[in-house]
């Protein structure tokens, strides 16, 4: 049997090979006849499965983490970075590979499967439609975008229809983050004579990531078909349609399979794809609003906390009442509370994104202005014992007035301004004598607006479930498994501490990771990119970002408080719960996802001569780490959609309107719920 006919009999292409198409032909050739005379057996993806594919939607592929972000290079020579290639709506199948591959069970089967799926995509149009491919060198000194434009052109014969781009990187700078986020270990060939060949050594896997960025499935050489990534990509399909489907049916299934992420939460315009050209808002915060505002009977949810939390102090319990309660949520959504009347506390805590704000790292104030710090999560802050990242206050009382009067952010000029405007203001007149017995003070504003955020108690969550519930199905073996790494080996529990009746997750203190030392070193790459509209990006000199803007203020922490040297760059330790919800991480939200803080804490922070000796590298595995993420993802509170939904009902106090609900239709309304 020749060469070409071997190869056609391995590749078995039925519908062009008449015209098969050179898929780096002398690529192919050699690496085929390497495996012939080396009689190694072609991979299954060469051929037919062999047995049949399980039913899509009978098996789950839970989330392994999310995809990498890099800058790459396409066919054009244009800079792009993955994450915007991988927006919007379609899934992605990403390969590592380069052109000279001798490898036929390597590179050139990846191309193959790849270029079987790129066939199907012109006979289905709804797989074109929610698949991309995209194939990535990791030799970038001999696989320039002219090249990798030539290597693709092989596989043209494919048909136009569907997405499949040939890409590499400017150089190993860009290349080894992308190997390191996606742990792909390459090295060079040892020549006979001990010398360092050109060809590279690697293992063949193939990425399958989600719309979400979440990477659902990794192929190896025994597992690379395309009949099974067609199964996988159905079952993944079919379980964001479950994830759609009334609440009634999502009681019905076991516990510990029940979607536990909230419907409502999230970003209000998801900026995923916002690189690409053809980008377009997927907003969903009015529509939300407009559709899921209902009310809730908060006051009943304080005095009897959700499972894992403990009960209120009492006296802190027995100073609520619906009617400060509702009041309180009033002035949380009211703009009027600022100078000139544009911004509210839900502008910094946002109800739909974790009672933080998913979208920027640090929070902006009225008319723009820059704030230093990350907008902590409002969950279950009534148990707290400090306030701020730096722990400047204790009580939710007197943390009111920081807001309100910061010139970044609420920038009231003083108390007495702000009592008198509420005064002035027809829906409070009366409001305050009702429920305090005279009009607002400075202790009335802040009993009442801390009389609200008390309600905002989230918990129930798996976890709680099957830890202080005791449903042994609650949890999910991967979480459970995270959760004594979490108690063990990762020393998580440390600070953020697990009680025997509840968990608050935090210890309560402040401690230096590092976070803010390397802020205040001033470490920041040569150069920054600019996002000037969809798909358009420049490669801005740092130097020239400086002249334009104002520096990014020192943050020394607790420091600032104390003037204790062996304060600085410390922080409070958050609480865990709804922790999925809430990103971006840390003091200054400088770390976007759950990946990069576990990874941050593996590698035992950042060294200063303050760093918290409870810190030290953990030695993690890629799998423990897994495990923790599934473990952390279990804190979400089973009924976060339910104070969302309230906020959504809330009043907003609109400068130009004068038909906002009165305090007293809020308390009727929450005395009639109860």
């Not at 230096?512 to 150069?527: D, F, H, L």
Request: glycine share 8%; with cysteine; hydrophobic share 35%.
């Amino acid at each position: 049997m020749g060469v070409m006919s071997a190869l056609l009999l391995h590749l078995r292409v039925g519908i062009v090979q008449a015209t098969f198409p050179a898929l780096c032909l002398c690529c192919f050739l050699l690496a085929t006849t390497n495996t012939l005379q080396a009689a190694t057996p072609p991979a299954p993806g060469w051929g037919e499965l062999g047995y049949e594919p399980p039913t899509a939607g009978s098996y789950q592929l839970p989330p392994l983490g999310i995809a990498a972000d890099g800058e790459v290079l396409n066919e054009q020579g244009e800079t792009v970075s993955l994450h915007t290639l991988m927006g919007g709506q379609k899934y992605t199948l990403l390969s590592f590979i380069y052109s000279n591959c001798q490898d036929a069970n390597g590179c050139p089967l990846a191309g193959y499967v790849f270029y079987r799926l790129k066939a199907l995509m012109q006979e289905q149009p709804e797989l074109a439609d929610s698949l991309r491919l995209l194939s990535l060198s990791f030799d970038p000194e001999r696989d320039t975008p002219p090249v990798m434009a030539l290597y693709g052109a092989n596989f043209r014969y494919a048909g136009k229809k569907g997405e499949w781009q040939f890409l590499t990187t400017a150089g190993d700078q860009d290349l080894q983050p992308i190997l390191r986020g996606y742990k792909q270990e390459i090295q060079r060939e040892i020549t006979v004579n001990g010398t360092t060949g050109d060809d590279y050594a690697h293992l063949l896997r193939i990425f399958l990531i989600d719309p979400e960025l979440q990477i659902r499935n990794i192929y190896s050489v025994g597992f690379l078909h395309s009949d099974l990534i067609l199964t996988d990509l159905q079952t993944l399909q079919l379980a964001k349609k479950d994830q759609t489907s009334s609440a009634s049916e999502k009681s019905a299934k076991p516990t510990h399979l029940a979607a536990l992420e909230s419907t409502l939460s999230g970003p209000g315009d998801v900026k995923q794809g916002y690189g690409s050209g053809d980008y377009q808002t997927r907003t969903k915060s009015l529509l939300q609003r407009d559709q899921a505002g209902k009310a809730a009977d908060l006051y009943a949810l304080s005095q009897r906390p959700p499972l894992g939390l403990p009960e209120l102090e009492p006296a802190v319990a027995e100073d609520l009442s619906p009617s400060k309660i509702a009041l309180g949520r009033k002035l949380f959504f009211d703009r009027r509370l600022s100078l000139n009347d544009t911004f509210s506390c839900a502008m910094c805590h946002i109800p739909e994104q974790g009672f933080t704000s998913n979208e920027m790292q640090t929070a902006v104030g009225l008319e723009g202005r820059t704030v230093r710090r990350n907008s902590p999560s409002l969950y279950n802050v009534a148990y707290l014992q400090h306030l701020f990242h730096d722990g400047r206050e204790f009580r939710l009382e007197e943390q009111i007035w920081s807001p309100l009067l910061a010139h970044n952010e609420m920038a009231n000029p003083s108390v007495g301004y702000i009592l008198s405007k509420i005064n002035k203001l027809p829906d409070y007149q009366s409001a305050f004598e009702k429920v305090y017995q005279q009009p607002v003070t400075m202790a009335s504003l802040g009993n009442a607006l801390a009389a609200y955020q008390r309600t905002l108690l989230s918990a129930d969550s798996a976890f709680d479930r099957w830890y202080y519930g005791k449903q042994e199905n609650a949890l999910s073996t991967e979480a459970i498994k995270g959760f004594r790494l979490f108690t063990g080996k990762a020393n998580c529990a440390t600070c953020h501490s697990v009680g025997d009746k509840a968990a608050l997750f935090t210890d309560q203190q402040l401690h230096n990771t590092g976070i803010g030392y390397r802020a205040s070193m001033g470490e920041r790459p040569a150069k920054q990119r600019v996002a000037l509209a969809p798909g358009v990006f420049v490669d801005v000199d740092s130097s020239i970002i400086d002249k334009v803007s104002k520096p990014a203020p020192t943050d020394l922490g607790l420091y600032e408080i104390t003037q204790n040297p062996a304060d600085r760059w410390k922080y409070k330790t958050p609480g865990l719960r709804n922790i999925a919800l809430t990103a971006p991480y840390m003091h200054d939200g400088s770390l976007g996802t759950l990946e990069a803080v576990l990874e941050f804490y593996n590698q035992g922070g950042i060294a200063n001569p303050e760093l918290s000796p409870l810190l030290r590298p953990l030695n993690l595995s890629e799998q423990e780490i897994g495990y923790l993420l599934a473990f952390l993802r279990s804190l979400t509170g089973s009924n976060v959609d339910e104070l969302v939904a309230d906020a959504f009902a809330a009043p907003v106090g609109d400068p130009l309107s004068d038909n906002s609900k009165t305090v007293d239709q809020q308390a009727e309304t929450a005395g009639a719920i109860r």
